[in-house]
């Protein structure tokens, strides 16, 4: 079944921008879906289809897509940005919601 | 407000049943497909069980398949998924979760709070 590979952790200073990876086989012909989860909390969605944004998440997050790699990049972090982001995507060979690992994003 | 309300986690020996509920309310709940998703302790999010907005259509992660079954009722807004031949990597909290459309190709738009599920003697 397709497999997504994201970092396990990622570090970024406050005032900064952090990248987040999402790899696949040939993932840019699909859509790629970003959650963002704070501790004890469910997650919520902040990049739907590659790019969209969803009502409320700031500008400050975007997502890209292309080739092998998806890309969630989050500018001008602040403390409250740090969380486990996952991708996702639907894997139409297999019929399943495919989730990355997860990326723990640390705000030094 | 979109709610979803689960329910039904317990504590539960190995090679026993539980069943999940979900409850739903706020949108049209017919219109949209329905998925479960869960979170061993510590680890990450790990889709379960989909079914379509008709019922008609159901999906399994390979690591459940011919142990869960996923079901819903339109006419009472609920979601289930019964759990047989429980084992211990099935413990988790378990998301009830909603799709943005019909099929569960579309992202996830609205999640429950989680129900803890415990497997051990």
């Known amino acids: 079944s397709y497999v997504v590979t994201q970092p396990p952790s990622v570090s970024v200073a406050p005032g900064k921008t952090a990248t987040i990876s999402c790899g696949g086989n040939?993932?840019?012909?699909?859509?790629v879906h970003w959650y963002q989860q704070k501790p004890g909390q469910a997650p919520v969605v902040i990049i739907y289809?590659?790019?969209d944004r969803p009502s409320g998440i700031p500008e400050r997050f975007s997502g890209s897509n292309s080739g092998s790699t998806a890309t969630l990049t989050i500018s001008r972090v602040e403390a409250g940005d740090e969380a486990d982001y996952y991708c996702?995507?639907?894997?139409?060979?297999?019929?399943?919601?495919?989730f990355g690992g997860g990326t723990k994003l640390t705000v030094l | 407000e979109v709610q979803l309300v689960e329910s039904g986690g317990d504590l539960v020996q190995p090679g026993g049943s539980l069943r999940l509920s979900c409850a739903a309310s706020?949108?049209?709940?017919?219109?949209?497909?329905m998925s479960w998703v869960r979170q061993a302790p510590g680890k990450g999010l790990e889709w379960v069980s989909g079914?379509?907005?008709?019922?008609?259509?159901?999906h399994y992660a390979d690591s459940v398949k011919g142990r869960f079954t996923i079901s819903r009722d339109n006419s009472k807004n609920m979601v289930f998924v019964q759990m047989n031949s429980l084992r211990a990597d099935d413990t988790a909290v378990y998301y009830c979760?909603?799709?943005?459309?019909?099929?569960?190709?579309?992202?996830?738009?609205?999640w429950g709070q989680g129900t803890l599920v415990t497997v051990s003697s």
């Open positions: 040939s993932i840019g012909s699909k859509s």
């Open positions: 079914v379509s907005s008709s019922g008609a259509s159901t």
């Open positions: 979760a909603k799709s943005s459309g019909g099929s569960e190709a579309p992202p996830i738009d609205y």
């Open positions: 289809y590659n790019t």
């Open positions: 996702q995507v639907w894997d139409s060979s297999s019929d399943h919601r495919v």
């Open positions: 706020g949108f049209t709940f017919g219109t949209y497909a």
